[in-house]
Each structure stands twice: as structure tokens, then as C-alpha cells.
């Protein structure tokens, strides 16, 4: 099991330009949440998906938005970058049907916006 | 308001000694406490988490509700201890993770 797989694992892009983001969760998890760390910082929630719905929202801009395909993957997608989105954003899957459920964390897309 | 506070970003100890790193919280009901762990050039995975009452790798944490604290402890620590660790806790039905900003153990030989 490959666990959760996230792509590119870094990317740089110009203020003002869009990007997608890929996550593809653990097998057998349905949930996905993604998370902005920006240097030093903990990571701090952005949204949450399942059922293909945005089920819960962090306190981020309308500029970032996602999507769930039937395959439970995702994407994050950050339109008009600005040099504050430089951080590393992390895919996190889980499934709120298994018991025991955890969050299982991948290794991250580094952006840079210049 | 959901916030997690770890008051050290830097804690430095030798090999052998007990290791405490801090965790306070603050929620409106009864949340679910985490620690997080991320070794050198590794993705942030599950270390612990309360209800599972569990000892992981020498680690344990417990929940204090009335000082809302979580702090994980080990009493000796060793060398491939050093890594980042972040404290988090979640509302119940798997809602998002609230993180500290975390704190950078580093353990001396």
C-alpha cells in the first residue's frame, strides 16, 4: 500500500498564476483533508472532502477550492497565487466509518510562488 | 475558538534523560488529543492519540481535562528521538486537525 500519493512534489509559479494540486488517498479511506504549513508554522486546515462535497472549511479565501472524484483523489486548486501561498501543502486521508480511524498524512506538495 | 499551543519551538536534551514536550488546548466540548511525528525528511505520521491509551515507542501522553494540557513524556530519551513533533486535536467524527505549532526536539549524544 502506497499510503497517500501527492503531486508534483514541488512546483514554482508566478504571482498571479493558477495551480492544481493531486492527492490520492490510502486505500480504503474515503476522506480527504487538505492542509497549508507555511515555514515554521504547524499545518493549519484548509478543507475537507467526502462524498465528492465540501464537507468542512478552514478559514482560507474562495480562492482555493478543490474537488473529490468517485475514486475518493483530489485536488486543490489556488487561483491568483500570491507569494504568501508559498508553503507546503499536505494531503491527509481518513475514513470516519472505520472504528479506530486515523489520519494518514502524505509527503506534501512544495509551492513556490515568485 | 479550537487552539493548540506548544510553548517550546526548540527543546534540547541528552541521551538518557527524560523528555517532556508540552501541549495545551483549548475546545468547547470534549476533543480528541494527537501527537503528531515528523523524523528528518519523512511525512507527519501518528505517534499517539488519547483514547488509544497506548505506549508508542516509549511515548506516553495523558489527557488532563482540567488543566487541558496533553504533554507526551518519555522517561529516557534516545538519539533517533530527534525529529518535530506536533501536538492536535480534532472535534469528534473525524472533523479537521487543529495543530500546534510544534516543537523541534533534539536529543545529544
Known amino acids: 500500500d502506497a499510503g497517500v500519493t501527492q503531486s508534483p512534489t514541488h512546483l514554482i509559479k508566478t504571482r498571479g498564476q493558477q495551480v492544481t494540486l493531486r492527492c490520492s488517498p490510502k486505500?480504503?479511506?474515503?476522506?480527504v483533508s487538505w492542509y497549508q504549513q507555511a515555514l515554521g508554522q504547524g499545518p493549519q486546515f484548509i478543507f475537507q472532502y467526502y462524498e465528492e462535497e465540501e464537507r468542512q472549511r478552514g478559514n482560507f479565501p474562495d480562492r482555493f477550492s478543490g474537488h473529490q472524484f468517485p475514486n475518493y483523489s483530489s485536488e486543490l486548486n489556488v487561483n491568483a497565487l500570491l507569494l504568501g501561498d508559498s508553503a507546503l501543502y499536505l494531503c491527509a486521508s481518513s475514513s470516519p466509518k472505520q472504528v479506530d480511524y486515523g489520519y494518514t498524512f502524505g509527503s506534501g506538495t512544495r509551492l513556490t510562488v515568485v | 475558538a479550537q487552539r493548540v499551543t506548544q510553548p517550546e519551538k526548540l527543546l534540547s536534551v541528552f541521551k538518557g534523560a527524560p523528555v517532556e514536550l508540552k501541549c495545551n488546548y483549548s475546545y468547547s466540548g470534549s476533543p480528541e488529543l494527537f501527537w503528531y511525528v515528523q523524523y528528518s525528511r519523512q511525512r507527519l505520521q501518528l505517534l499517539l492519540r488519547?483514547?488509544s491509551r497506548e505506549s508508542i515507542k516509549g511515548f506516553t501522553a495523558d489527557l488532563n481535562k482540567g488543566e487541558t494540557s496533553f504533554h507526551l513524556k518519555k522517561p529516557f530519551a534516545q538519539e533517533e528521538d530527534s525529529a518535530m513533533y506536533y501536538c492536535a486535536l480534532s472535534g469528534p467524527g473525524a472533523q479537521k486537525l487543529v495543530f500546534g505549532q510544534g516543537t523541534r526536539l533534539t536529543i545529544n549524544p
Open positions: 488519547h483514547i
Open positions: 486505500s480504503g479511506h474515503d476522506t
